[in-house]
């Protein structure tokens, strides 16, 4: 078996299906979105035709939503998967609690956040610190703890910048925190189907669910993924691709890794070729900039795509 190939097909690289915008986004379960300018990207790799448009039209409509999820971590879920999956990866309100003692606020609580988003729709940071006397991280941790209750979620940027939302305004109702029965069962399936070949410990790694929830849940897949042949892919920063288990070595050789993945958290947009990174890359307005690791095949069917997708 050839784990390499197999994830590549699993993460909807080989584009060998053609899934819509939502039902790649319920496939993969959940999209690392902390950064604004990448996750587009990142469905455009693994979606034919897909549109930075028809994208922006999910999110304002509210078919895909961008909120806290797995790890803490701002992920886009489809609205759907909401109910089941975002009571068992909601961020953790102790966390924020410290942060916000650190920042010197007093008598933190999630009604703060909540009542200054109540009916006033998408709000910035700033105009949400207006309304709650904080600024900076303080009002971030202020809306997470909302989040935390079910309460906030976040809109579309604005002119680039992220926007807060009451959950009720935007979705119709607050978020459920209380996981059902079989939301964890069910987390283990639809992990799988996206991440095939992988262990209960990458699943914690993915989720941040300790890894002895997981286990009396686990299953081995059932999907049958075949090997994906040869593809080359322009994928973005934080891509699932390489977040997705609890290590890159299918991906990054161990030469290439301080290039990849520096420190800080930062992981960089690669070029894949046949599921293993290849070199990096840049884009600045319409150009791209490649930096290779070896000799690359010709990469200008996957640039024009990049320029395609923008509507350039």
Known sequence: ???????????????????????A????????????????????????????????????????????????????????????????????????????????????????????????????????????GTEGQATVHLAMLAAARGLVVLGPERAGKP??????????????????????????????????????????AWSGIPVTRLKPHWRESTVDIEEAAGRVRLIPAFDEYLLGWRTRDHAVAPEHRRFVHPGGGIVKAVVLVDGRVAGTWTRAGGRVDIQPFEDLPDLTAEIEDLRRFDGK
């Not at 078996?1 to 039902?23: C, E, F, H, I």
């Not at 924020?96 to 910035?124: F, I």
């Open 1 to 23: 078996m050839d784990v390499r190939r197999r994830r590549v097909a699993a993460q909807l690289l080989d584009r060998s299906k053609t899934p819509t915008l939502v039902g």
């Open 25 to 132: 986004v319920r496939h993969l379960l959940a999209v690392q979105a902390q950064e604004p300018t990448a996750f587009p990207l990142a469905l455009r790799a693994r979606v034919p035709g897909l549109t930075a448009a028809e994208l922006d039209e999910a999110r304002r409509d509210a078919t895909l939503v961008r909120c806290w999820g797995p790890r803490g971590t701002l992920h886009l879920i489809a609205r759907d998967d909401l109910p089941w999956l975002y009571p068992l990866v909601k961020p953790n309100p102790v966390n924020s609690l410290r942060r916000l003692k650190e920042l010197g606020v007093d008598n933190p609580d999630a009604s703060r956040a909540a009542k200054a988003l109540d009916g006033r729709g998408p709000l910035t940071k700033a105009e949400l610190g207006e309304r709650t």
């Open 163 to 204: 926007t807060y939302v009451h959950a009720a305004d935007w979705l119709g109702a607050p978020l459920p925190t209380e996981p059902g029965d079989t939301a964890l069962g069910q987390l283990v399936a639809r992990y799988l189907a996206a991440h095939e070949p992988a262990e209960p410990a990458d699943l914690a």
